[in-house]
């Protein structure tokens, strides 16, 4: 028989305690809708356990009691998973108190973090040991380690270090009857069976909760330099990516591609951007090359004058102090707020391979102006990993609401020329609930089925993040 609030709120508050139980609306809105204030829903209550074994508890009460529970990290998702339902009938579980650094060894190049710590914390930690933890977001002063596995979060440093599933090696989850799981091992080499972490990496919180990491280490870049360049099209920034490589290696470590119509929204809207380029050009690409080498901003150099004398590059700026560099990172990062000044943008997070991107781009943007005269595609960021967020912009003169009706037509242009080349319609931000019926109109039939299936196993009464990711009956 189902718990009534009172009887809910009591268990719950028996296992957790009082404090770190929240039944008011008042106290419970921020957990039940994102910073942009989208997906709302309503929770029967938004519980804080502090350790492991509490999250265990508490799932082993909701197991027996088919309560459904949403993890929630840092709460910057950006595909509705985090947020509860509004039909009222969830617990939001916060994984904020978890915030414990169990363990960080320099020599074995690894660190045991709690999943409520944020990747900044994480960063931070690493640094503290002459270590660098690779994963980097614009969102990392907020989100989470275990919102950043969940998610199998992406970032601007994918290109030489992975994205966070290629930068752990053990994990601990708490499944949905409460056991758990111990894989924090800390091995390189481990071929003991399936390899189950990876499972829950990249599941939205659908399949256990993970409560705990072990995340890998590298060796903090002697050496960084940022460059600026101005570009022809995505064509020559692919060239000169290639160039790079050729002189780099693994060394290249950001790629990213901003369109111009980008650069002007950014130094038009937020304070303090400018072109830090004298002549104007179509495209831009930010890059950074990492090494131990004292001579790399030297050997930089000489690299782009040659990418220059190649007519790969038009022009380029390399940043000569911590201040530059910042400002030219402002650029790239400041563009999603910048956009929000042009009225509405219909957006996307696709990948596709490399090769690919630049005809993509050609593709859709035509198809676009088809549907809709004096659109304005934004596409920009990660070309390093092919991966594009293929923003649209409203024409200037369209009212908001006439452009975002128009949010499933023109999706299925973008998703259209992205799944013919075989690409992918979510490449780091997940499913959620935003692209759960998208799923099941591009994935193999066969993977779909599997997924169905080890929702099943590792969580037989539904109750972990219900209708997120799959639904069971679809
Ligand atoms: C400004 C901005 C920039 C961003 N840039 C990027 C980017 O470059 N690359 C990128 O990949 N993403 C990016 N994101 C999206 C987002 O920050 C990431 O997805 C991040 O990894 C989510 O972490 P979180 O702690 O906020 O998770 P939440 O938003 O709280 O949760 C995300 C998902 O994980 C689940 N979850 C959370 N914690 C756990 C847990 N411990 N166990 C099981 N499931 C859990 C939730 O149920 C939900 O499905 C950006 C977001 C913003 C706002």
């Given at each position: 028989?189902?718990?009534s609030?009172?009887?809910?709120?009591?268990?719950?508050?028996?296992?957790?305690?009082?404090?770190?139980?929240?039944?008011?609306?008042?106290?419970?809105?921020?957990?039940?809708?994102e910073?942009?204030?989208?997906?709302?829903?309503?929770?029967?209550?938004?519980?804080?356990?502090?350790?492991?074994?509490?999250?265990?508890?508490?799932?082993?009460?909701?197991h027996?009691?088919?309560?459904?529970v949403?993890?929630?990290?840092?709460?910057?998702?950006?595909?509705?998973?985090?947020?509860?339902?509004?039909?009222?009938?969830?617990?939001?579980?916060s994984?904020q108190?978890?915030?414990?650094?169990?363990?960080?060894?320099?020599?074995?190049?690894?660190?045991?973090?709690?999943?409520?710590?944020?990747?900044?914390?994480?960063?931070?930690?690493?640094?503290?040991?002459?270590?660098?933890?690779?994963?980097s977001?614009?969102s990392?002063?907020?989100?989470?380690i275990?919102?950043?596995?969940?998610?199998?979060?992406?970032?601007?440093?994918?290109?030489?270090?992975?994205?966070?599933?290629?930068?752990?090696?053990g994990?601990?989850?708490?499944?949905?009857d409460?056991?758990?799981?111990?894989?924090?091992?800390?091995?390189?080499k481990?071929?003991?069976?399936?390899?189950?972490?990876?499972?829950?990496?990249?599941?939205?919180?659908?399949?256990?909760?993970?409560?705990?990491?072990?995340?890998?280490?590298?060796?903090?870049?002697r050496?960084?330099?940022?460059?600026?360049?101005?570009?022809?099209?995505?064509?020559?920034?692919?060239?000169?990516?290639?160039?790079?490589k050729?002189?780099?290696g693994?060394?290249?470590?950001?790629?990213?591609?901003?369109?111009?119509?980008?650069?002007?929204?950014?130094?038009?809207?937020i304070?303090?951007?400018?072109?830090?380029?004298?002549?104007?050009?179509?495209?831009?690409?930010?890059?950074?090359?990492?090494?131990?080498d004292?001579?790399?901003?030297?050997?930089?150099?000489?690299?782009?004058?040659?990418?220059?004398?190649?007519?790969?590059?038009?022009?380029?700026?390399?940043?000569?102090?911590?201040?530059?560099?910042?400002?030219?990172?402002?650029?790239?990062?400041?563009?999603?707020?910048a956009?929000?000044?042009?009225?509405?943008?219909?957006?996307?997070?696709?990948?596709?391979?490399l090769?690919c991107?630049?005809?993509?781009?050609?593709?859709?943007?035509?198809?676009?102006?088809?549907?809709?005269?004096?659109?304005?595609?934004?596409?920009?960021?990660?070309?390093?990993?092919?991966?594009?967020?293929?923003?649209?912009?409203?024409?200037?003169?369209?009212?908001?609401?006439?452009?975002?009706?128009?949010w499933?037509?023109?999706g299925?242009?973008?998703?259209?020329?992205?799944v013919?080349?075989r690409?992918?319609?979510?490449?780091?931000?997940?499913?959620?609930?935003?692209?759960?019926k998208?799923?099941?109109?591009?994935?193999?039939?066969?993977a779909?089925?599997?997924?169905?299936?080890?929702?099943?196993?590792?969580?037989?009464?539904?109750?972990?993040?219900?209708?997120?990711?799959?639904?069971?009956?679809?």
């Open positions: 028989m189902a718990l609030d009172q009887e809910l709120f009591s268990g719950l508050a028996a296992l957790i305690g009082e404090k770190n139980t929240l039944t008011t609306p008042e106290d419970m809105a921020s957990y039940c809708k910073w942009r204030g989208l997906f709302p829903g309503r929770a029967r209550a938004v519980v804080k356990p502090a350790d492991t074994a509490e999250v265990a508890s508490l799932l082993r009460f909701c027996l009691h088919r309560i459904p949403v993890p929630q990290g840092g709460n910057t998702g950006l595909v509705g998973g985090q947020t509860p339902w509004d039909k009222g009938d969830e617990i939001v579980l994984l108190r978890l915030n414990r650094i169990r363990d960080i060894d320099a020599l074995s190049d690894t660190m045991v973090v709690e999943a409520g710590v944020t990747l900044q914390a994480a960063q931070e930690a690493a640094e503290k040991v002459d270590r660098l933890f690779p994963l977001l614009a990392e002063g907020s989100c989470t275990g919102g950043n596995l969940a998610s199998n979060a992406g970032g601007t440093a994918v290109l030489a270090y992975g994205n966070a599933r290629e930068l752990t090696m994990l601990e989850v708490v499944l949905a409460g056991r758990v799981m111990d894989l924090l091992g800390r091995l390189r481990d071929n003991t069976g399936y390899d189950l972490k990876n499972i829950f990496i990249g599941s939205e919180g659908t399949l256990g909760i993970i409560t705990a990491a072990v995340l890998k280490l590298y060796p903090r870049p050496a960084q330099v940022t460059i600026f360049a101005g570009l022809a099209s995505p064509a020559a920034a692919l060239a000169l990516l290639n160039h790079l050729a002189d780099f693994a060394g290249v470590t950001t790629f990213e591609l901003l369109p111009r119509i980008a650069l002007e929204m950014v130094c038009n809207h304070a303090g951007n400018r072109d830090p380029l004298m002549t104007r050009h179509d495209w831009y690409v930010l890059a950074e090359i990492s090494g131990a004292e001579n790399l901003s030297e050997r930089v150099t000489l690299s782009f004058e040659t990418a220059i004398e190649n007519a790969i590059v038009a022009n380029a700026v390399i940043a000569s102090s911590l201040d530059q560099r910042m400002a030219l990172w402002r650029l790239r990062e400041t563009l999603p707020e956009q929000g000044h042009e009225g509405g943008s219909i957006k996307h997070d696709i990948a596709v391979p090769a991107v630049p005809q993509l781009i050609d593709d859709v943007c035509a198809r676009v102006e088809r549907l809709v005269p004096g659109a304005r595609p934004v596409p920009f960021g990660h070309l390093g990993d092919g991966n594009l967020h293929f923003n649209i912009t409203q024409p200037k003169a369209m009212d908001r609401a006439a452009f975002m009706a128009l499933d037509e023109i299925d242009i973008v998703y259209d020329e992205t013919k080349r690409g992918s319609i979510s490449a780091e931000h997940g499913i959620g609930r935003l692209k759960k998208l799923l099941r109109a591009v994935k193999d039939p066969v779909l089925a599997i997924m169905a299936d080890l929702k099943r196993t590792l969580d037989p009464q539904g109750i972990l993040n219900p209708g997120k990711v799959i639904d069971l009956d679809a």
